[in-house]
């Protein structure tokens, strides 16, 4: 091969003019060909798409092309020409192969013959090799990049909060303990319980379930953060919306109230869609096309609409309505009760048609830091329910008030000494401020339009599943 | 207060024309002033600098004034005026004040009279409210956004792999266990041993010490991926260098050789030393200034700098003539032991003076996955070293041959049978392939010139401290 022909990315070479000496690197996606000639479909992961090389058979090249079936990797030196028969402007002419691995079409997992995404999963470490899977870790990357840039733009500050806690956030989630204990051998305290003292910390530790009291530490400082990262949940819940480990987007902002903080939930959820739709339209298009074809005009569907913005008590009041007028739910409605999936969907999907923010939930399903009403009973509270999704984000206007909050601590029989740093935010220079959490891999479910969490994540964590 | 005046940021203030009405929210950094007029340093995180108010004293604004004390939150209106004495061009002459939230004197643990880092990691969640945390937890943010934005412009696929494993990686560091058994009564299996059907995942699981491993898997599909997340080490180390849990960024390229690492590690860490420079001027001059004059000095130096490439073996040869001509270390130098901190700053600092890439180690000293060179001896190794820092990235050439990683892993006593994951990648399609890892808070003590590696993360997990 020649050595002096660089590298393209078969990204750029398919914008290329024909004409020129290229050099192309990837896998085989599919061989096939007639007596005189073969076809070979390469992909690098730069794109969805494939560049085609046509090789003349000779007796010089069969034997090379013997070697190569799907899964193999190769590099290939040709001509860049102008392609009649491949659906693309050009593809290679080639003039040298080098194969850097085979790959046995007998023993390789990904076959033809089973590419359902319940078989893909056990195999999820080869399965970014699929068209599908390439193109939603693109996505998954693009979306990621898209959050950064846009808090980086507005001024906030990118805040790395802790992993491993001895707080437990809210009481919201079940926790992973972290220990270096020995398990065998679990030593013991004078009251004959595990001895922490000797643990890494010197404390019972475990995985955090939120970034969130972490981050209003930085909003009260430097004004406006956001988190980004992993959040836990040991909870049993084998279900297509459920994991164990997640990513977790978590913006705290100093002199927010809940309308800036709906303004901000919004504006981001909208910036974030079309961000994908201007930038990542090959791998949107492919989803739409082999999975579901509404995709593109629901998300397009989000850019354009307003969303609703509407008082929990009068969400209850609409489904109410519904249920006198005929319509069945599996949960009862009340004031005071939580909504479930299917009322939450009635509301965006049937009676709005388009996503709604809940606003002023009752004080009682809702966690202990947010700003209480007037009305005694409510909080300012903010769901972001989506179609197809449901709740999307949550949040809310927090508590500035020390008193109030050290009440309901109280009344919720929390352990205040736990809370004190926490509470030293509301005793020194309190500041009104609101914050929301965005569960990533969900708005990758609607940017994607796949059914199951495991599909959106590369190595997803569930009850009995950590493979990888 | 005007409710139709727009709050403004003290970043966009400090630029703005003078004449206009404005709006500005934050806490008060100090007051001052004489009998007839009071001057309030304001900062609200956006920019390291304060906007004055001046206030005049009136029976109307002295009990306002009262409450206000170092810590207090405020908003402020007030026409934007040419500034004389503050240091700045324009500063407020306030025409209304409102007290969000008062901060005892007393009580308020950021005072004048102990500003040293110790007592600042007592209180961690307070301290981003200091000149120098802001200073740092911006830069620590911009720094992150600059290493999404080049991987970004390049093509790459942030890859997020999983935290809680199975694998234990390379055995490279102590773990963290990641359990939800009673550690009370930690059920047992027939053996008497800690029955880990009964856990969460069903197996014994750990928190991750790298993620290289299931990057690899992303680049042998997408081509280019990088993972920026969080690590953990399980080890007793209280030094002003090790966390327990620590942020990485690690690439992992397909179709690069160790040539093509060098380059791109780099170009990596210079792009985002310039990024710095050219981003964070503000911050850096104030780090510079009150804490180490040669800071700008040194983050300039790296840039216009070529790197020296070295072979470890060249190294030793330095190494040991240095000590033939009197120079004294600590270690002894010998060709197949790993280099000390003592001699990695040598070479940087006092040898050659400028950041050195040593490459080609002793197998035995360096991990199984490294690609082996012809001489049996050595592996395609590289470790990037910087003034004051010592090893700031690490990484190697893959070996992507199937047989001779095999028969590696068998040399070291390695179970295969927990890897035939990673060995996959290698037995379908197999590919060259290099990679590395940056530890984010290394960078950041290079950029900020801070000593302790507990400044420059938010809230450090260390031994026996895992607080807030």
Chains 1, 2 share one sequence.
């Not at 004409?19 to 192309?24: C, K, R, S, T």
């Not at 040709?78 to 080098?98: D, N």
């Not at 990621?144 to 491993?164: E, M, R, S, W």
């Not at 969303?307 to 599996?330: M, Q, W």
Request: charged share 25%.
């Amino acid at each position: 091969m020649a050595k002096e022909i660089l590298r393209s990315k078969v990204n750029d070479l398919l914008a290329m003019p024909a004409g020129q000496e290229v050099l192309a690197k990837g896998w085989v996606r599919t061989k096939r060909g007639n007596k005189e000639i073969a076809f070979i479909a390469l992909n690098d992961g730069s794109t969805i798409k494939n560049i085609q090389i046509v090789v003349d058979k000779t007796p010089e090249t069969e034997p090379v092309l013997a070697r190569i079936s799907t899964g193999a990797c190769i590099g290939v030196t040709g001509t860049l020409v102008e392609s009649i028969g491949s659906g693309q402007a050009v593809e290679i002419k080639a003039s040298g192969i080098e194969i850097y691995g085979e790959c046995d079409p007998v023993r390789y997992p990904l076959q033809k013959k089973d590419t359902s995404f319940e078989y893909l999963r056990t195999v999820a470490h080869l399965r970014p090799r699929t068209n599908t899977f390439g193109a939603i870790y693109r996505l998954r990357s693009q979306m990621a990049f898209a959050i950064h840039q846009y808090f980086h733009d507005k001024g906030f500050v990118y805040l790395n909060t802790p992993l491993i806690t001895e707080s437990d956030a809210e009481g919201a989630g079940q926790m992973f303990q972290v220990t270096t204990l020995d398990l065998n051998n679990v030593p013991k305290n004078k009251k004959n319980l595990p001895d922490y003292k000797q643990d890494f910390f010197g404390k019972m530790t475990s995985l955090t379930v939120s970034g969130q009291l972490e981050g209003e530490l930085g909003a009260t400082a430097v004004g406006e953060i956001y988190t980004f990262g992993p959040t836990f949940r040991a909870e049993n819940s084998n279900t297509p919306r459920h994991l164990a480990e997640f990513w977790m987007i978590e913006p705290e902002m100093a002199f927010y109230d809940i309308k800036d903080n709906m303004d901000l939930a919004e504006d981001f959820i909208k910036s974030l869609v079309k961000y994908a739709l201007d930038n990542c339209r090959d791998d949107i298009q492919f989803l739409n096309d082999r999975y579901d074809e509404t995709l593109i005009a629901r998300l397009e569907g989000v850019i354009d609409t307003e969303f609703v913005r509407l008082p929990y008590g009068e969400g209850i009041e609409i489904l109410k309505a519904a249920i006198a007028a005929g319509h069945k739910f599996e949960y009862p409605v009340d004031w005071g009760t939580d909504l479930q999936s299917e009322h939450e969907r009635y509301l965006v999907e049937e009676h709005f048609k388009r996503p709604v923010i809940l606003t002023d939930y009752p004080k009682d399903i809702k966690a202990f830091y947010m700003k209480q009403n007037e009305d005694g009973k409510t909080v300012r509270a903010m769901d972001v329910l989506f179609p197809k999704i449901g709740e999307i984000i949550g949040g809310s206007e927090r508590e500035a008030d020390l008193q109030k909050l050290e009440n309901r601590i109280d009344e919720l029989h929390m352990k205040r000494d736990n809370l004190e740093w926490y509470l030293d935010t509301r005793r020194f220079g309190s500041c009104p401020h609101s914050g929301f959490g965005l569960g990533f891999e969900r708005l990758l479910l609607f940017i994607t339009g796949m059914q199951n969490i495991r599909d959106v994540i590369p190595f997803p964590r569930t009850p009995k599943n950590a493979e990888f």
